[in-house]
């Protein structure tokens, strides 16, 4: 009982009926205009000229609602005092695409104009809008003033009732004040139910239309894949950075009293992996700040733009940890260009970061080879118990590394193979197709 009356008591449920009834009230303007055509044809019976008055103040209601400014003040409205979740019309907008953004699967297209049944749907609405609220006004106002009428006879009112062949009359008593009570309670029904009509339609009228929702899904979709895109890069660059410097700290903690330069040059190293580290990370951090601000995810700034062209520093550093790193290269890496070079680069750096962390000690080799159709990267590790005391005998992992960089392979459309290479080695092979820069 208690649970059946609390919609009675619920603040929304007045203000959603105030919601419809302002709509009848607004619309009062448009039925002068409506009953001009029965003021020129007054030999009309009086039944069709209302009939043409309603058809005209209709037609008259739906063409209001094909302004785009009356769909937005509608989905205000209705958010505010319906309470139902509707997204904010200046929210629909093209995806933005940056020219940082890794390649993704194509994002579709927001067709420019929505199709007919979309652009009907908000003069339906708002001819339910206006119709449920000059009903609800009606019926509510009429049992109000019952309600108010009634007892003791105020204003020498009395309701006669007459249903199933039997009547009755109430003017007055303690009658009067019952049937004025169940009035009240009626009209406070009326709203009730003409706000249930109100929240169940809009989001099927005032939701967003099919070129909205698609323009949603495309924006969705190009702010996961910069998001992803920012989760490997920094996955590729902190995971690389914080293994090779816990590496190296062991290695200048070993050197300190012995070697006191090779310990020096361990700790430049850690210093410029850091830095190298925090600049990926700031731009990471600015671009999420960026994003939670404007609702998506875009580049902020300038994105480290690093490349093929970096991979001999890459492998100074990793070679400061005490790993021997042998490169060979074929033809000229230099050339590939663009997002090409810099994936190319995360591949190489995981691939050390993963030797570094599960091999033997022994020697790394690395391999790349940019060929006219393609860009062939290895990295080939010994596997086996760490040869080294000092280094440390475990990492954490987190499990992401060869998931992502497969991922990374499959959006370049290349090909990847990761696995064991012969007893005691590990390779990973990944073969990207090139384009050369003119």
């Known amino acids: 009982m208690i649970k059946a009356l609390r919609p009675l008591l619920r603040r929304s449920t007045y203000t959603g009926a105030l919601f419809a009834y302002s709509a009848a009230l607004a619309s009062l303007p448009l039925l002068s205009f409506a009953l001009l055509p029965a003021l020129a044809w007054r030999s009309a019976p009086e039944g069709v000229l209302f009939v043409v008055v309603l058809v005209v103040w209709a037609v008259l209601i739906a063409l209001v609602g094909l302004a785009r400014t009356t769909r937005r003040v509608l989905i205000l409205a209705a958010r505010r005092l319906l309470q139902v979740v509707l997204p904010e019309p200046s929210a629909v907008r093209p995806p933005a695409t940056s020219p940082d953004t890794a390649p993704a699967t194509a994002v579709p297209a927001a067709p420019s ?12 609405w708002l001819l339910l809008h206006v119709t449920l609220g000059w009903t609800g006004a009606l019926a509510s106002g009429l049992l109000l003033f019952l309600a108010l009428a009634l007892p003791g006879g ?3 009112a009395e309701l006669a009732l007459s249903l199933f062949g039997r009547s009755a009359r109430v003017s007055g008593g303690w009658q009067s004040w019952a049937v004025a009570l169940g009035c009240l ?8 139910l003409v706000t249930r009509a109100l929240r169940w339609s809009a989001p099927r009228l005032l939701g967003p239309s099919t070129a909205e929702r698609l323009a949603l899904a495309a924006e969705r979709e190009l702010r996961l894949a910069e998001r992803n895109r920012l989760a490997h890069e920094l996955h590729d660059s902190i995971g690389h950075t914080l293994t090779t410097t816990t590496i190296q700290a062991a290695v200048a903690d070993e050197l300190m009293s012995t070697d006191p330069a090779a310990a020096r040059a361990a700790l430049r190293s850690i210093e410029e992996s850091a830095r190298a580290a925090l600049e990926d990370l700031d731009y990471v951090l600015g671009v999420l700040r960026e994003g939670e601000t404007s609702g998506t995810a875009g580049p902020v700034g300038t994105a480290p733009t690093r490349t093929l062209a970096d991979l001999p520093e890459l492998l100074e550093r990793v070679r400061h940890t005490g790993a021997v790193v042998e490169w060979e290269r074929s033809g000229d890496p230099t050339r590939v260009r663009g997002t090409l070079s810099r994936a190319a680069y995360r591949i190489v750096q995981e691939g050390l970061t993963n030797a570094v962390r599960h091999g033997s000690g022994g020697p790394i080799t690395v391999r790349v080879a940019a060929g006219p159709d393609a860009l062939e990267l290895d990295v080939v590790n010994e596997t086996g118990a760490a040869a080294r005391t000092g280094r440390p005998r475990a990492f954490p992992t987190s499990g992401h590394g060869l998931p992502g960089l497969a991922e990374r392979v ?3 459309h290349g090909e990847m193979d990761a ?6 080695r590990w390779r990973l092979a990944v073969r990207l197709p090139v384009r050369w820069a003119a």
Not at 113 to 124: E, I, N, Q
Not at 185 to 192: E, K, P, S, T, Y
């Open 113 to 124: 104009a929505s199709p007919a049944a979309d652009r009907w749907r908000t003069p339906l």
């Open 154 to 156: 105020w204003l020498r």
């Open 185 to 192: 309670l009626l009209a406070a029904v009326v709203c009730v």
């Open 410 to 412: 499959r959006l370049l």
């Open 419 to 424: 696995g064991p290479d012969g007893p005691r």
